[in-house]
């Protein structure tokens, strides 16, 4: 029997485009660094940990909403997950949209190659009417042509990855998404929505200091791809949460003064003791909010689902 997976490698991360990154970055006050940077192999292990920490509700609330709603899915010719990381949540929807023998081509898209291979390798083997289609891409470029023509197709974008995009970009990756989707195609968003600070903040600073390891990975891939002179212990995680932005920002704070010297982008970097670099924020979102931010990229909503205590969103649209 051939072989029911393949990976399409569209852009890899590579030094270069991360040293364009940090050179950007390092122009904004403060300095930042964006988030798809944790993901190396060691930080995208260290996330799928994240979702098994107690304080972390957004995976578990995500996953009983698709429980619950999974079937009531639109069924499809193709599902792509974008940011799909190890895709276990999606094998609820997988589960729901295969039921009776269907076919089905699962298309996982994500920046980390070894989340998708170990994801196609299990999909395949434990779902024998899917073939998976990994891509390894970076979903902040253009996402045309996406695999699934002709055909019904749904797009998943879960875990509240949308909410590391800040407004602007946002709206940038909904317009690319509606570039490289058709009409009729349905959009599957998971999204985290604004509740008590204290418990956002503890998502993300748990006692355990999984979080904190997975922030202060970017200082290691920064250390490797760009030969620079950092040190993960020379940094303290700081997550906090942004009431008036509805934003939880994790940031790392300098804990000496020190020159780097990034090899890779033939330049020194001072950073004084206390300054602190953003790599993430993680916008929380109101249902009304998402609806809107939605229609404007020419989605129109068709469900929200949230779990009862209204924690976490599950927004169902029709790309028009
Ligand atoms: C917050 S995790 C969510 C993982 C999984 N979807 C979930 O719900 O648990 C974000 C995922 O998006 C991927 N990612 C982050 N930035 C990306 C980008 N610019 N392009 C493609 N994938 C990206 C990461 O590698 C990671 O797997």
Request: glycine share 6%; charged share 30%; proline share 6%.
């Amino acid at each position: 029997m051939s072989a029911r997976w393949t990976i399409q490698e569209r852009t890899t991360p590579n030094p270069t485009k991360l040293a364009e990154d940090v050179r950007q970055g390092l122009s904004q006050s403060p300095v930042s660094i964006p988030p798809k940077w944790f993901y190396d192999e060691k930080g995208s292990q260290l996330f799928d940990e994240i979702t098994e920490l107690a304080e972390y509700y957004p995976t578990r609330t995500e996953q009983a909403i698709l429980e619950q709603h999974a079937d009531e899915l639109p069924a499809v010719d193709t599902l792509v997950e974008l940011g799909a990381g190890y895709s276990r949540k999606t094998r609820l929807l997988l589960e729901s949209l295969t039921r009776g023998g269907r076919a089905l081509h699962f298309v996982p898209l994500d920046v980390s190659a070894e989340p998708l291979l170990d994801a196609a390798l299990r999909i395949t083997a434990d779902f024998p009417t899917v073939t998976v289609t990994g891509v390894v891409a970076d979903f902040d470029d253009e996402l045309a042509p996406l695999p699934g023509t002709p055909g019904t197709r749904m797009v998943a974008f879960l875990g509240s990855t949308i909410g590391n995009l800040t407004p602007a970009p946002r709206r940038a990756f909904l317009q690319r998404l509606h570039r490289a989707t058709d009409p009729g195609d349905w959009f599957l968003l998971g999204a985290d929505l604004v509740k008590d600070p204290e418990r956002l903040v503890r998502a993300y600073d748990d006692a355990r200091g999984v979080t904190a390891a997975f922030n202060k990975n970017v200082i290691e891939v920064l250390a490797r791809e760009l030969d620079a002179n950092l040190t993960a212990d020379d940094f303290d995680h700081v997550a906090r949460y942004d009431t008036e932005l509805e934003r939880i920002e994790m940031r790392l704070r300098a804990r000496r003064a020190m020159t780097v010297n990034l090899k890779g982008l033939d330049l020194a970097w001072h950073l004084a003791e206390g300054e602190e670099i953003l790599t993430e924020t993680s916008a929380k979102f109101r249902v009304e909010g998402l609806r809107s931010e939605l229609g404007d990229a020419g989605f129109e909503v068709v469900t929200t689902w949230t779990d009862p205590a209204g924690d976490f969103s599950l927004t169902l649209s029709k790309r028009l």
